[in-house]
Structures are given as structure tokens and as C-alpha cells.
């Protein structure tokens, strides 16, 4: 029987089992490098915490500036040139600070020439009148206001006859009615001829023009004088009443607003170079002398759980002093936001300061209390992850459940609901990537 | 006649090991079957329902996704792996130096109540696990070893039956070839070295293979003594097959077969000698 010899066989089998254990390990270890980089990559680490019962506390926290609680409006009724702003918006000024310069150069200039031009109407009309008297003699001038007389004479009686028949018609007295007519028709015959007899006569008529437009030039002479005179004395130019053209004489035509209080400036409607607009105040200065005010605008959430009369700690200029909230209203300027005001003395500090709110209230227990990092919400409605465990064969795994909730009341950090959940559930908070619900997920360690 | 013998033996032996290699045929054929098949084939078992389990040959459907599932998104499948390795390892490393040293000292040298020390050690194999957990539970929770790896590798380090199988291979070495070696002036550490694990190296590959099959399977040890699942080996995963990871389970019995079926290949011919020895008379 021959004999096989195996065992050359038998060694390269054994060389073969070694090598192939060997690649075994390797393999073993790049797909352990392998797996644990996916699972890097696509397992989200959430933290995880649990419900908690207790009470919400509100805290809000913002800031306000400081402003008077009046404002003063500084009103220049002249439409004139504004030749500087001294005192720019926000800025604080003491009382005799200047505000802003008017330089009044165009419209005084306006005004004297204006005045000039009154003055030589003034002189022609006498001059012209001169004439007509000197045409009209002495006599004529007496036979003249004597007509003139009559003239006004026969219209007053006039008057007095077309009053009586307007009294008259309102009765039912045919009698008085006919009477006052015939009276007012004899009265109107009067006035009739009167006229005629003045404007029969030709020198007559142009006597009287004349001294009309004599009378007329008079009038506007004063009128431009006492304009010019008043505009000489708003200004810081002296006032005279020589008349002096003082603009010609390079005498100043400014005009310094000063700030009749301490304050600061609100609001400025002037600008320099451009003419002020009579029918608003030029600026607006706080009047802090009756306190000051606080407004802090603070977002519809906040406001909710806010009240007037509610205390809330204020800093204003380092210190700290608690104050009464006097109202809450909704704010202009953004609108779905609340401006909370606070009253406060005029000591505490000066309008423009800043000042900061600490507002805090403590809510009712709620039996489940979870971190806002926890809840989440779609489309919807709000809801938070439930992390199952499942004990398998690999041991622990966590999933994600979803579990819907109700929003009861939240603060910054903190969100009281109730739903689906327990105080013994692990909720998932924090995690490192998005998930869903459904997904794997790891504990983180913290 | 001696024909018909021949292939009538032939075919017993074929058969036994049909029935021998089925369950390692059907766990690979199980592993590449997607999972509703292997409900269908072996769910009632599993939900212990009253129906018959059958185990087809090959799949309807082959898929490897359990393959990539295992291997690629669960690292925790791949620590156990390691975490046996990490037990097993050491424990085979350190049986070789103790039981070496343990067997040599019981094979060569002659001391007071030597025999009876031995029959101690055979008498501590022979006990069962469940026997010394509890001395063994109190010594590893004094020690302060309890859920950590050492607690199943020290206890494995210093397993009498290392000590057994190789005292049997290095009591076989003749005392003449020791004696000659002392005469030409060799230390006892040299006849150690030269004589005692040169020549007795196939009783230490086949403690190697034996070892590792056997804490390869470790089952009731971090069962016991290691609570935090992290540190679980992968022997105890194999245990938790459930309906839920069925298809898991038979891809895991795979992977976790290679290991051993590596080393029984490498060492084949020295575990059976090592069965021998082992069996041996002194």
C-alpha cells in the first residue's frame, strides 16, 4: 500500500489558516475604524434631561433712555432764514444756552424797501392833493365838505329809513310798511342828489380822490414803519425810531434763540441755510424740572405678564432703585412691541441717560416644566422627542418618539406644557444635528 | 464484500457528518436570507409558536444587507468583537506562561505532597463554574475587578487545566535527555528553555487552540462578573438572539465562526494531538 506523505499539504493549510487570520484581524479593524466614523457622521448626540414640577419665573431684562416728562416747544412765529443750529438734536443745554441763530438780513430789507415805497406814495399823494386844494380854492374846499357833508348826512339817513322798512316788513302793518318804504324812497331821492351835486362837479371829484389816496399812502407808510420798527426790535439790532435803514449801516440782523430752561433738545425742525416754517415749533427742549420718564419697549410676550402698578428694579446711572410701572402701551415705532413707562424723580439723573429694567415675576406651579432647548414645533404644533430605550442584543439603543404638546406658559428658558409626557420620560434636548422622529440617537455625556 | 464495506462506511460517515455540518450549513444559508424569509422559515420556533421549523439550503432572495448592517452601522457589534479578543488574548497568553512554569515544576521536579497538590488541581477542574462563582464573585469584588474585563481574564490566567494538559506533554520528555543536559552543565532555566518548551511546543499549540475555543465561547463568566453592557463580549451577544435582530443573529454566528475556524485550522494537527496527551495515563 503506498504510502501519501500530507504533511507539506497539511503545512501550507496552516500557513494559509495564519495569514488568512491575520487579514481576518485587519479586516476587523479597518471596518471597526469604518463603522465608528459612520456612526459619527450620521448619529445625532441629543441630551437628554427630564421634566421637572415647579413655577416659571419671568425675568425681562432691557433698556430705556431717560427723558423729561414735558417738553417745551420754542415757537418763532417769523418765516426767516435759519443761519445756524447751536444746539444739535439730543444735546443738553442750560438755561440762556444759545439754540439756534435767524439771521432776519432779507426780510428787513424787504421790509424797508417796502417802507421807502410807502413813503414816496405818501409824498406824491400830498402833493397831488396839494394841487387839487389849490384848484379847488378856498371857497370851492368849503362848498366841497359842504356837499361832502350833505353827502354823508343823506347816507345816514339812508340807512336809518332802509333799517326802519326792514324792521317794518317783518310785521303784518300794511300801514307802517307803506310809511317806512315812502321814507326810505325820500331818503334815497336825498342821497341821490347829493351825489349828483359832487359828482357834477369835476374838481369836486378829484379833491376827494385825491385826499382818499392821501389817506390810503398814510396808512401804509405806518404800516411799514411799524413793521420794520418791530423787526428792528426782534432782533438784536437796536431799535430806533429814526428809521434807519440799519441793514445798510452793516448792523447786525441776527437773532439768538436761547433755551428758556435746562433740558435736553428733543427735537429739531430747523436746519441751517434753510427758512423756518412758521406753523411748527423750531425745537423742542425737555423740561426735566417736573421728573423724568423711563420708557423701555419690550417685546408682546413680555408685556403680557406685565401690569401697571407691578414693582421692577431700575439702574439708572449705577444706581438701583425700584419703581412702579405707570403704564403699558403699544409702540409706535415697532409695532407688536409694548412701551413700558416708569415715573421717576427728577434727581436720579439727567434726560438721555440710559437705564436698564430687571423685571421679575414668579408664576403658579406647573407639574411639567422642560427646557426650551426640548421643545420643538412644525406645522403642526409644538411637540418634544421622547428618547426610548430599547435593550437589544448590542445593548441600549435610543430612539426618538415624537409626542405632541400644549404650550401652558413660557419664560427664556423654560416652557410649562402638558401632553403626552411624563415626569419619568427622557426628553431630548440639545443635539448635535437635526433629527427626526424615528432616528437613532446617542446620549451625550454631559 | 470489502467493496460494499468500504462504501458502507463511507456512507455513515458522510452522513454523521451531514448531520454534524447542517446547523453550520443552515446558519450561513439563514445569514444571507432576508428577514421575512427567515420568519417564514423559522419564526414560530422563535416566537415559540407551535409551529415546525425548516431550514432551506439556499435563499429565495440572497441579500448581504445584514452583513453591511452589522459590520458598517453597528460599531457596538465590532467593540464586542474586540472586547472578546481583548479577553481572550491575554487569557491564552498568560495560561501559556503559568501552566508552562505550573507543569514543568509538577513534570520534573520532585517536592512534599506533590501527587496530592496535582489531585488538587484536577479535582479543581473538574468542578463545574456554577460551583466556584460565589468564592470567585467575593474574590474579584475584594479585589476591586468586578465589571471590568479583568475579572474573567485573571480567573482564565490561572485555569488548572492549563497546567494539566501541558504537565502531561512535558512528563513525556525522557528523564535521560535531562539528565545528559544537567551533565553537560546546563542550568535548570537552560533545561527549561532548551529541553522542556522546545520539546514540548505541540502541548503548548494545542493548550493555544483549546484555550481559544473554549474562552472563545465565554458565556457564564461576563455574564456574571461584568455588568456594564459596553464591556460585553461577543459571545454573550450570540446568546440574545431574539425575533427582532433574527437576521443580525445568524450574520453575527458567521462572522463570530471565522475567528475560531481560523485558529482550528492553524493549529489542527497539534489539538489533536493535544486531545491525546490530555487523555493520556501519568
Same mark, same amino acid.
Request: glycine fraction near 6%; proline fraction near 4%.
Given at each position: 500500500?503506498?504510502?501519501?506523505?500530507?504533511?507539506?499539504?497539511?503545512?501550507?493549510?496552516?500557513?494559509?489558516?495564519?495569514?488568512?487570520?491575520?487579514?481576518?484581524?485587519?479586516?476587523?479593524?479597518?471596518?471597526?475604524?469604518?463603522?465608528?466614523?459612520?456612526?459619527?457622521?450620521?448619529?445625532?448626540?441629543?441630551?437628554?434631561?427630564?421634566?421637572?414640577?415647579?413655577?416659571?419665573?419671568?425675568?425681562?431684562?432691557?433698556?430705556?433712555?431717560?427723558?423729561?416728562?414735558?417738553?417745551?416747544?420754542?415757537?418763532?412765529?417769523?418765516?426767516?432764514?435759519?443761519?445756524?443750529?447751536?444746539?444739535?438734536?439730543?444735546?443738553?443745554?442750560?438755561?440762556?444756552?444759545?439754540?439756534?441763530?435767524?439771521?432776519?438780513?432779507?426780510?428787513?430789507?424787504?421790509?424797508?424797501?417796502?417802507?421807502?415805497?410807502?413813503?414816496?406814495?405818501?409824498?406824491?399823494?400830498?402833493?397831488?392833493?396839494?394841487?387839487?386844494?389849490?384848484?379847488?380854492?378856498?371857497?370851492?374846499?368849503?362848498?366841497? *365838505?359842504?356837499?361832502?357833508?350833505?353827502?354823508?348826512?343823506?347816507?345816514?339817513?339812508?340807512?336809518?329809513?332802509?333799517?326802519?322798512?326792514?324792521?317794518?316788513?317783518?310785521?303784518?302793518?300794511?300801514?307802517?310798511?307803506?310809511?317806512?318804504?315812502?321814507?326810505? *324812497?325820500?331818503?334815497?331821492?336825498?342821497?341821490?342828489?347829493?351825489?349828483?351835486?359832487?359828482?357834477?362837479?369835476?374838481?369836486?371829484?378829484?379833491?376827494?380822490?385825491?385826499?382818499?389816496?392821501?389817506?390810503?399812502?398814510?396808512?401804509?407808510?405806518?404800516?411799514?414803519?411799524?413793521?420794520?420798527?418791530?423787526?428792528?426790535?426782534?432782533?438784536?439790532?437796536?431799535?430806533?425810531?429814526?428809521?434807519?435803514?440799519?441793514?445798510?449801516?452793516?448792523?447786525?440782523?441776527?437773532?439768538?434763540?436761547?433755551?428758556?430752561?435746562?433740558?435736553?433738545?428733543?427735537?429739531?425742525?430747523?436746519?441751517?441755510?434753510?427758512?423756518?416754517?412758521?406753523?411748527?415749533?423750531?425745537?423742542?427742549?425737555?423740561?426735566?424740572?417736573?421728573?423724568?420718564?423711563?420708557?423701555?419697549?419690550?417685546?408682546?410676550?413680555?408685556?403680557?405678564?406685565?401690569?401697571?402698578?407691578?414693582?421692577?428694579?431700575?439702574?439708572?446711572?449705577?444706581?438701583?432703585?425700584?419703581?412702579?410701572?405707570?403704564?403699558?402701551?403699544?409702540?409706535?415705532?415697532?409695532?407688536?412691541?409694548?412701551?413700558?413707562?416708569?415715573?421717576?424723580?427728577?434727581?436720579?439723573?439727567?434726560?438721555?441717560?440710559?437705564?436698564?429694567?430687571?423685571?421679575?415675576?414668579?408664576?403658579?406651579?406647573?407639574?411639567?416644566?422642560?427646557?426650551?432647548?426640548?421643545?420643538?414645533?412644525?406645522?403642526?404644533?409644538?411637540?418634544?422627542?421622547?428618547?426610548?430605550?430599547?435593550?437589544?442584543?448590542?445593548?441600549?439603543?435610543?430612539?426618538?418618539?415624537?409626542?405632541?404638546?400644549?404650550?401652558?406658559?413660557?419664560?427664556?428658558?423654560?416652557?410649562?406644557?402638558?401632553?403626552?409626557?411624563?415626569?419619568?420620560?427622557?426628553?431630548?434636548?440639545?443635539?448635535?444635528?437635526?433629527?427626526?422622529?424615528?432616528?437613532?440617537?446617542?446620549?451625550?455625556? *454631559? | 464484500?470489502?467493496?460494499?464495506?468500504?462504501?458502507?462506511?463511507?456512507?455513515?460517515?458522510?452522513?454523521?457528518?451531514?448531520?454534524?455540518?447542517?446547523?453550520?450549513?443552515?446558519?450561513?444559508?439563514?445569514?444571507?436570507?432576508?428577514?421575512? *424569509?427567515?420568519?417564514?422559515?423559522?419564526?414560530?420556533?422563535?416566537?415559540?409558536?407551535?409551529?415546525?421549523?425548516?431550514?432551506?439550503?439556499?435563499?429565495?432572495?440572497?441579500?448581504?444587507?445584514?452583513?453591511?448592517?452589522?459590520?458598517?452601522?453597528?460599531?457596538?457589534?465590532?467593540?464586542?468583537?474586540?472586547?472578546?479578543?481583548?479577553?481572550?488574548?491575554?487569557?491564552?497568553?498568560?495560561?501559556?506562561?503559568?501552566?508552562?512554569?505550573?507543569?514543568?515544576?509538577?513534570?520534573?521536579?520532585?517536592?512534599?505532597?506533590?501527587?496530592?497538590?496535582?489531585?488538587?488541581?484536577?479535582?479543581?477542574?473538574?468542578?463545574?463554574?456554577?460551583?466556584?462563582?460565589?468564592?470567585?464573585?467575593?474574590?474579584?469584588?475584594?479585589?476591586?475587578?468586578?465589571?471590568?474585563?479583568?475579572?474573567?481574564?485573571?480567573?482564565?490566567?490561572?485555569?488548572?487545566?492549563?497546567?494539566?494538559?501541558?504537565?502531561?506533554?512535558?512528563?513525556?520528555?525522557?528523564?535521560?535527555?535531562?539528565?545528559?543536559?544537567?551533565?553537560?552543565?546546563?542550568?535548570?532555566?537552560?533545561?527549561?528553555?532548551?529541553?522542556?518548551?522546545?520539546?514540548?511546543?505541540?502541548?503548548?499549540?494545542?493548550?493555544?487552540?483549546?484555550?481559544?475555543?473554549?474562552?472563545?465561547?465565554?458565556?457564564?463568566?461576563?455574564?456574571?462578573?461584568?455588568?456594564?453592557?459596553?464591556?460585553?463580549?461577543?459571545?454573550?451577544?450570540?446568546?440574545?438572539?431574539?425575533?427582532?435582530?433574527?437576521?443580525?443573529?445568524?450574520?453575527?454566528?458567521?462572522?463570530?465562526?471565522?475567528?475560531?475556524?481560523?485558529?482550528?485550522?492553524?493549529?489542527?494537527?497539534?489539538?489533536?494531538?493535544?486531545?491525546?496527551?490530555?487523555?493520556?495515563?501519568?
Amino acid at each position: 500500500m503506498q504510502q501519501v506523505n500530507t504533511a507539506p499539504k497539511k503545512e501550507n493549510s496552516r500557513t494559509f489558516a495564519g495569514k488568512a487570520f491575520v487579514v481576518f484581524l485587519a479586516l476587523m479593524v479597518l471596518l471597526t475604524l469604518t463603522s465608528r466614523a459612520l456612526e459619527e457622521m450620521t448619529i445625532a448626540t441629543v441630551q437628554a434631561i427630564r421634566p421637572q414640577r415647579g413655577s416659571l419665573e419671568k425675568q425681562v431684562t432691557a433698556e430705556g433712555t431717560l427723558r423729561a416728562s414735558s417738553l417745551t416747544p420754542i415757537v418763532i412765529a417769523d418765516e426767516v432764514r435759519v443761519k445756524e443750529v447751536t444746539a444739535p438734536e439730543g444735546s443738553m443745554v442750560q438755561t440762556g444756552d444759545a439754540l439756534f441763530v435767524l439771521d432776519y438780513q432779507t426780510e428787513a430789507k424787504r421790509l424797508y424797501e417796502a417802507y421807502l415805497a410807502a413813503s414816496d406814495s405818501q409824498v406824491k399823494a400830498q402833493q397831488a392833493f396839494t394841487w387839487a386844494s389849490a384848484d379847488l380854492g378856498e371857497d370851492g374846499i368849503k362848498r366841497m *365838505e359842504s356837499r361832502v357833508k350833505s353827502l354823508a348826512s343823506a347816507a345816514k339817513q339812508l340807512d336809518e329809513d332802509l333799517s326802519e322798512l326792514a324792521q317794518a316788513q317783518q310785521g303784518d302793518d300794511s300801514y307802517t310798511i307803506r310809511i317806512a318804504k315812502r321814507n326810505a *324812497e325820500d331818503a334815497q331821492d336825498v342821497y341821490d342828489a347829493a351825489k349828483q351835486r359832487i359828482d357834477g362837479a369835476t374838481i369836486t371829484r378829484d379833491y376827494t380822490e385825491k385826499q382818499l389816496a392821501l389817506q390810503e399812502a398814510n396808512e401804509k407808510l405806518e404800516q411799514s414803519a411799524a413793521d420794520y420798527l418791530a423787526l428792528l426790535t426782534a432782533s438784536d439790532g437796536a431799535a430806533t425810531n429814526n428809521m434807519i435803514p440799519a441793514f445798510a449801516e452793516n448792523q447786525p440782523y441776527l437773532r439768538t434763540i436761547l433755551a428758556p430752561h435746562a433740558g435736553t433738545v428733543q427735537k429739531v425742525n430747523v436746519t441751517a441755510g434753510a427758512t423756518h416754517s412758521a406753523s411748527q415749533p423750531a425745537m423742542q427742549i425737555s423740561d426735566s424740572s417736573n421728573g423724568l420718564l423711563l420708557d423701555i419697549t419690550v417685546s408682546n410676550d413680555d408685556a403680557k405678564d406685565m401690569a401697571v402698578g407691578e414693582s421692577a428694579s431700575l439702574v439708572v446711572n449705577g444706581q438701583m432703585t425700584d419703581s412702579v410701572i405707570t403704564s403699558i402701551v403699544p409702540s409706535e415705532e415697532s409695532p407688536g412691541s409694548y412701551i413700558v413707562k416708569f415715573q421717576l424723580p427728577a434727581s436720579i439723573g439727567d434726560a438721555g441717560m440710559r437705564g436698564t429694567m430687571y423685571y421679575t415675576k414668579r408664576s403658579q406651579t406647573y407639574q411639567t416644566l422642560i427646557p426650551l432647548s426640548a421643545l420643538r414645533s412644525d406645522e403642526i404644533g409644538d411637540f418634544v422627542y421622547i428618547i426610548s430605550q430599547g435593550d437589544t442584543a448590542l445593548g441600549m439603543h435610543q430612539t426618538l418618539v415624537r409626542a405632541d404638546v400644549i404650550i401652558l406658559k413660557k419664560d427664556s428658558t423654560r416652557a410649562a406644557v402638558q401632553g403626552g409626557i411624563t415626569q419619568q420620560d427622557q426628553l431630548a434636548a440639545r443635539s448635535d444635528r437635526s433629527v427626526e422622529a424615528g432616528d437613532r440617537v446617542k446620549l451625550s455625556e *454631559e | 464484500m470489502k467493496k460494499i464495506h468500504y462504501w458502507l462506511r463511507a456512507a455513515c460517515l458522510w452522513l454523521l457528518a451531514t448531520v454534524v455540518l447542517m446547523p453550520l450549513v443552515m446558519t450561513f444559508a439563514a445569514s444571507l436570507m432576508q428577514k421575512s *424569509e427567515l420568519l417564514e422559515h423559522i419564526g414560530s420556533v422563535m416566537t415559540g409558536g407551535s409551529g415546525m421549523a425548516n431550514a432551506p439550503l439556499l435563499p429565495r432572495l440572497t441579500t448581504l444587507v445584514q452583513y453591511v448592517s452589522l459590520l458598517m452601522d453597528t460599531p457596538k457589534f465590532l467593540d464586542m468583537f474586540w472586547n472578546l479578543m481583548g479577553m481572550v488574548l491575554p487569557i491564552v497568553a498568560g495560561q501559556v506562561v503559568i501552566g508552562t512554569l505550573a507543569a514543568w515544576g509538577f513534570a520534573r521536579y520532585r517536592f512534599p505532597f506533590r501527587n496530592g497538590l496535582f489531585l488538587l488541581y484536577i479535582a479543581l477542574m473538574m468542578l463545574p463554574f456554577q460551583v466556584t462563582l460565589v468564592p470567585n464573585f467575593l474574590v474579584l469584588d475584594r479585589l476591586g475587578l468586578m465589571d471590568t474585563p479583568w475579572a474573567v481574564i485573571l480567573p482564565g490566567i490561572f485555569s488548572t487545566f492549563a497546567v494539566f494538559l501541558l504537565r502531561q506533554f512535558l512528563i513525556a520528555i525522557p528523564e535521560s535527555l535531562i539528565e545528559a543536559a544537567r551533565i553537560d552543565g546546563a542550568g535548570e532555566l537552560r533545561i527549561f528553555f532548551s529541553i522542556g518548551l522546545a520539546l514540548g511546543h505541540p502541548g503548548i499549540a494545542s493548550l493555544c487552540i483549546l484555550s481559544f475555543l473554549d474562552y472563545w465561547n465565554l458565556i457564564e463568566q461576563p455574564m456574571t462578573f461584568i455588568s456594564s453592557q459596553d464591556k460585553w463580549p461577543l459571545s454573550l451577544y450570540l446568546t440574545r438572539i431574539g425575533e427582532s435582530n433574527l437576521e443580525v443573529a445568524m450574520a453575527a454566528s458567521v462572522i463570530a465562526l471565522i475567528a475560531p475556524l481560523l485558529m482550528f485550522f492553524y493549529f489542527e494537527s497539534y489539538l489533536v494531538k493535544g486531545i491525546q496527551m490530555s487523555g493520556m495515563k501519568e
